[in-house]
């Protein structure tokens, strides 16, 4: 009898597609899985193959939601779990009331680490960036089972609260490429992401002016959208920058197909943003279509591995347009045979792989 597994994590889940693979994933293996995230910015409709609820937020900001969660997750959990329960929690918003039911009941927990949490650019050298460092001191060297999203974060952990996580990439599924590659006119180069600070989205902005014949599209939402909004006026680059808004994950893939550039230009924005593997990244090897990077560890480590794209020499808008140019002379097409290997590697197939493994040595 395989156990019941709930997942939990703060989010609307509606476009978290890490939490979706690896409940889909659970789900398949037989396992029960229910999933459990939050209304925090919407509850879009969506369907799944097993129950989900979202706890309903009153919080009027960040700060309180998450203390509001974690008090009714708490209580949630407390009331669904038993003694044939795996927790699974999904960052470190959603840590301490699993580690605390988990320890009250004595069963097992798995922790995901999508990022480093504490490190991320958004909370630096707040007051909320001491708490969360404080319970990640406090909690995560006593974890026995934890995951997480690329080899880098995985050594960052080991060095600092000596734990060892499994390396689960939130790779695509594997995708059989047979569509007719574009001749766009203008060329497309492509952002697929949050607009947050530190993606060299402004920096890529201004790149345009040095780009003839090709169009910027933007596709994503977040906090910095007006200020590149405002940019794009102020530079008069209205003709050369689309921003498509957020879109639901089927769309934004037919989309990333069409693209001739993918860009993936993180900045250092602290050690979250150094040591991550975009999402982007790999959406992209899965699409075949050649990649703009930066010069950080993950993303250094598969140009390493395979030709996929080119890696800019900094963030100077004139550097960004002579990368992008170099890709766009290449032709997408020069590209593709590396794609196809990357893509071979870098898929969701051999993620699942080390995934079920931690659930398994979890259950026992």
Request: glycine letters at 6%; hydrophobic letters at 40%; proline letters at 5%.
């Amino acid at each position: 009898m395989k156990k019941k597994i709930i997942t939990s994590a703060f989010s609307n889940l509606y476009t978290d597609q890490r939490i979706e693979k690896v409940c889909r994933t659970l789900y398949e293996a037989g396992y029960e899985v229910e999933l459990i995230g939050n209304d925090w910015k919407g509850a879009d409709p969506m369907e799944r193959p097993y129950p989900f609820s979202r706890i309903q937020l009153s919080s009027g900001s960040l700060k309180t939601a998450y203390f509001e969660f974690n008090w009714k997750l708490y209580h949630q959990l407390k009331k669904k779990a038993d003694h044939n329960t795996i927790l699974h929690a999904n960052d470190v918003d959603a840590l301490l009331a699993n580690y605390l039911i988990a320890k009250k009941l004595n069963i097992p927990l798995v922790f995901d680490s999508h990022e480093i949490f504490s490190e991320m650019p958004a909370i630096q050298g707040k007051m909320s960036q001491k708490i969360w460092r404080y319970l990640e001191k406090q909690v995560i060297p006593k974890l026995k089972f934890m995951i997480t999203a690329s080899g880098s974060y995985a050594k960052w952990f080991r060095k600092k609260y000596g734990i060892d996580p499994v390396v689960v990439q939130n790779a695509p599924k594997k995708q059989d490429f047979t569509i007719e590659i574009p001749e766009n006119n203008p060329k497309i180069l492509l952002y697929q992401g949050a607009l947050n600070p530190f993606r060299g989205i402004d920096k890529a902005i201004l790149a345009m002016h040095n780009l003839e014949g090709v169009i910027f599209k933007i596709a994503g939402d977040g906090p910095r959208k007006r200020e590149y909004e405002e940019l794009v006026i102020k530079e008069k680059l209205e003709h050369k920058v689309q921003f498509l808004g957020k879109l639901k994950p089927d769309d934004l893939r037919k989309i990333t197909v069409t693209a001739d550039v993918g860009m993936s230009i993180e900045e250092n924005g602290g050690e979250s943003y150094f040591y991550s593997l975009p999402n982007k990244v790999l959406d992209c090897i899965q699409a075949r279509v050649p990649l703009l990077l930066s010069n950080l560890p993950e993303m250094q480590n598969i140009k390493n591995q395979f030709d996929i794209g080119e890696i800019i020499q900094d963030h100077q808008p004139e550097n960004i347009a002579a990368a992008v140019n170099k890709i766009l002379n290449k032709g997408r097409k020069s590209y593709q045979g590396e794609l196809e290997k990357a893509s071979a590697a870098f898929c969701w197939e051999n993620e699942e792989i080390k995934l079920l493994k931690v659930f398994e040595n979890a259950s026992k």
